[in-house]
């Protein structure tokens, strides 16, 4: 599945056969409703996001000053893997309102 915007260059003829070719999903997301998403960017990024945080600091009191590619590559996988879980991008996407739909929640 690939999610995009208003970018013409996700349009073009080359590029969707492309995606036919590779089976690719495209799911367009409208003009200003990204706001929608961003629950799951906060959701579900932010332990992903304060852990990498704080393995950027860590490098940084070892002093390492600059987190080139060779960095950035190794600790993102350090912390992916700790906090993209299956649980816990289950139990983030429930708090976000909008899967899965319960109406109880509401009332």
Do not use: H, M
């Not at 304060?50 to 190794?74: C, H, M, P, Q, S």
């Not at 993102?76 to 899965?100: C, E, G, H």
């Amino acid at each position: 599945v690939l999610i995009y915007n208003s970018f013409r260059t996700y349009k073009t003829l080359e590029i969707l056969e492309f995606y036919f070719k590779y089976s690719i999903i495209l799911c367009y997301l409208p003009s200003y409703t990204s706001y929608k998403l961003q629950l799951y960017n906060i959701k579900v990024f932010t332990p992903l996001k304060i852990a990498y945080y704080n393995k950027v600091k860590w490098l940084n009191r070892g002093g390492i000053d600059r987190v080139g590619k060779e960095y950035f590559t190794y600790l993102y996988q350090l912390v992916r893997d700790r906090a993209l879980t299956k649980r816990n991008i289950k139990a983030r996407w429930a708090t976000t309102s909008l899967f899965p739909f319960n109406p109880k929640r509401y009332t």
